[in-house]
């Protein structure tokens, strides 16, 4: 079996994962604790429960788009951290470089800290009837970046099995709130709702009201249908990438937007439009409303453990974005080497790791501070979607491109679909209360990563030592 080398000799990444563990890869990054929290929020914005559940359809459609575009691009990426490749031979390495900068501190460093912190939470939640007190929550969810870290340094296929048993474990909770909704027939749910809905008004009439109404729903809805692009990033550990990839990412995000359309069926079967769009816990409150006592410390379990899903997801595959652009040559080449007892980028996993201890540390002691700055983390992970999508057209109208998107992916229709759908959602972002703020703080973090670029490689200090890898089977 072939795979990467880095160095000569050199222990290699191994291709030991199938197409199941492909596909609880992309299932587990994309499903995290927005489906818990984000419904209310879509609910509320569409003013109706038909416009949210269109909302949430139409948002699973350009997630879909995004889907059949990067399955084009894995048939023909196949090493670890692809995405990396993508816009490195699509825009050049500096372009690459500030991907996998960005990646590496704001968004998943970021990501990994403010997600541990909600799993703690809502482990203390499940286990004692309430959250700990906040030096307990920083403790814990310390704990729980530094053990999955080591989880993920002992080897891939442990990697993998924690992220298969979280994906099983989430998915059956949400079958769950659906199989509770099935015989649930509430007399005016509205009415009788605790809740008191403010600001509730009927949706805009005509045409245009319409759309901008649906557009401002599908924001936040999308954003809880990001994470299919991390099959990608591990193609270089996945048995027959060429077909097991593009499998992966097209079958578990078909599986997320059928889980997720009927999630909120159950949340507005269960509360009503009303309740659920006044609700600051949905999937809590769906669930208390058929069993009230052990309802909330049941749903609190669950964004746990889906919580771990997510942290895991993220220190499994975004290692391997360092991995590969140290081995490009275009990072410190320790980056670039595999553990010769594990198998794994030990360096890579650790400064992932370190970056979100980093960050939860600056997370306790100023918290509106780092709020602010993490919000433009949905700008920059749209930003490069978007530039991803276009990639591909870039590459199959290069002569010589290595890419070949077939027809089946309904090329060039369905990645025009998904660039037009992020540049909608960067659009609608941007218009929300925060977004001047958010997209200020992504450019400032996009320069900042272009200024690391310059200064290692106009000083020469980042092709020191680099490592050749060479192409995966």
């Given at each position: 079996?072939?795979?990467?080398?880095?160095?000569?000799?050199?222990?290699?990444?191994?291709?030991?994962?199938?197409?199941?563990?492909?596909?609880?890869?992309?299932?587990?990054?994309?499903?995290?604790?927005?489906?818990?929290?984000?419904?209310?929020?879509?609910?509320?914005?569409?003013?109706?429960?038909?416009?949210?559940?269109?909302?949430?359809?139409?948002?699973?459609?350009?997630?879909?788009?995004?889907?059949?575009?990067?399955?084009?691009?894995?048939?023909?990426?196949?090493?670890?951290?692809?995405?990396?490749?993508?816009?490195?031979?699509?825009?050049?390495?500096?372009?690459?470089?500030?991907?996998?900068?960005?990646?590496?501190?704001?968004?998943?460093?970021?990501?990994?800290?403010?997600?541990?912190?909600?799993?703690?939470?809502?482990?203390?939640?499940?286990?004692?009837?309430?959250?700990?007190?906040?030096?307990?929550?920083?403790?814990?969810?310390?704990?729980?970046?530094?053990?999955?870290?080591?989880?993920?340094?002992?080897?891939?296929?442990?990697?993998?099995?924690?992220?298969?048993?979280?994906?099983?474990?989430?998915?059956?909770?949400?079958?769950?709130?659906?199989?509770?909704?099935?015989?649930?027939?509430?007399?005016?749910?509205?009415?009788?709702?605790?809740?008191?809905?403010?600001?509730?008004?009927?949706?805009?009439?005509?045409?245009?009201?319409?759309?901008?109404?649906?557009?401002?729903?599908?924001?936040?809805?999308?954003?809880?249908?990001?994470?299919?692009?991390?099959?990608?990033?591990?193609?270089?550990?996945?048995?027959?990438?060429?077909?097991?990839?593009?499998?992966?990412?097209?079958?578990?995000?078909?599986?997320?937007?059928?889980?997720?359309?009927?999630?909120?069926?159950?949340?507005?079967?269960?509360?009503?439009?009303?309740?659920?769009?006044?609700?600051?816990?949905?999937?809590?409150?769906?669930?208390?409303?058929?069993?009230?006592?052990?309802?909330?410390?049941?749903?609190?379990?669950?964004?746990?453990?889906?919580?771990?899903?997510?942290?895991?997801?993220?220190?499994?595959?975004?290692?391997?974005?360092?991995?590969?652009?140290?081995?490009?040559?275009?990072?410190?080449?320790?980056?670039?080497?595999?553990?010769?007892?594990?198998?794994?980028?030990?360096?890579?996993?650790?400064?992932?790791?370190?970056?979100?201890?980093?960050?939860?540390?600056?997370?306790?002691?100023?918290?509106?501070?780092?709020?602010?700055?993490?919000?433009?983390?949905?700008?920059?992970?749209?930003?490069?979607?978007?530039?991803?999508?276009?990639?591909?057209?870039?590459?199959?109208?290069?002569?010589?491109?290595?890419?070949?998107?077939?027809?089946?992916?309904?090329?060039?229709?369905?990645?025009?679909?998904?660039?037009?759908?992020?540049v909608g959602i960067l659009l609608g972002a941007y218009l929300e209360p925060a977004g001047?703020?958010?997209?200020?703080?992504?450019?400032?973090?996009?320069?900042?990563?272009?200024?690391?670029?310059?200064?290692?490689?106009?000083?020469?200090?980042?092709?020191?030592?680099?490592?050749?890898?060479?192409?995966?089977?």
């Amino acid at each position: 079996m072939r795979a990467e080398t880095v160095g000569d000799p050199a222990p290699t990444l191994r291709r030991v994962l199938g197409p199941l563990d492909a596909t609880c890869i992309v299932i587990g990054a994309i499903i995290g604790v927005g489906i818990f929290f984000t419904p209310s929020r879509v609910a509320a914005i569409a003013g109706s429960g038909q416009l949210a559940l269109l909302a949430w359809a139409v948002g699973g459609a350009i997630a879909l788009a995004g889907a059949l575009t990067f399955a084009a691009l894995g048939r023909a990426y196949h090493n670890a951290g692809g995405q990396y490749e993508v816009l490195r031979d699509a825009y050049g390495p500096g372009p690459a470089f500030v991907f996998v900068f960005c990646n590496a501190t704001a968004v998943q460093g970021g990501a990994i800290a403010i997600i541990a912190v909600v799993c703690a939470q809502n482990l203390g939640i499940a286990l004692a009837g309430a959250a700990p007190a906040e030096p307990a929550v920083t403790l814990i969810a310390a704990l729980l970046i530094v053990g999955l870290s080591g989880a993920n340094l002992a080897g891939v296929r442990c990697g993998a099995g924690i992220q298969n048993l979280t994906v099983f474990a989430k998915v059956a909770t949400l079958l769950l709130i659906v199989a509770l909704a099935l015989p649930w027939q509430p007399s005016e749910p509205d009415a009788t709702s605790p809740f008191t809905p403010v600001g509730l008004t009927p949706p805009p009439s005509g045409p245009l009201a319409f759309g901008g109404l649906i557009f401002a729903a599908i924001v936040p809805a999308f954003f809880a249908y990001g994470g299919w692009q991390h099959a990608l990033w591990m193609a270089g550990e996945i048995r027959n990438a060429p077909r097991n990839v593009p499998l992966a990412i097209i079958v578990g995000v078909v599986i997320v937007v059928a889980v997720y359309l009927l999630a909120n069926w159950a949340y507005l079967e269960l509360l009503g439009h009303a309740a659920l769009a006044a609700s600051s816990t949905p999937a809590a409150d769906a669930v208390g409303a058929a069993w009230p006592v052990l309802g909330r410390r049941l749903v609190a379990g669950a964004v746990a453990v889906s919580a771990l899903g997510v942290l895991n997801a993220q220190l499994l595959s975004g290692p391997r974005l360092v991995y590969r652009m140290a081995c490009d040559g275009r990072f410190f080449a320790a980056f670039g080497r595999i553990s010769p007892r594990f198998g794994t980028p030990v360096a890579a996993i650790g400064l992932l790791g370190g970056v979100a201890l980093i960050l939860l540390g600056l997370l306790t002691v100023a918290q509106e501070s780092v709020d602010r700055l993490l919000t433009g983390v949905v700008f920059i992970d749209g930003v490069f979607f978007l530039l991803t999508g276009l990639a591909l057209l870039v590459l199959r109208a290069r002569p010589g491109s290595r890419v070949r998107p077939p027809p089946s992916f309904g090329y060039p229709v369905v990645p025009l679909l998904f660039v037009a759908g992020e540049v909608g959602i960067l659009l609608g972002a941007y218009l929300e209360p925060a977004g001047p703020r958010a997209a200020l703080a992504s450019t400032l973090w996009i320069g900042a990563g272009l200024g690391c670029y310059l200064l290692l490689f106009r000083g020469g200090a980042g092709r020191a030592g680099r490592a050749g890898p060479s192409e995966g089977a």
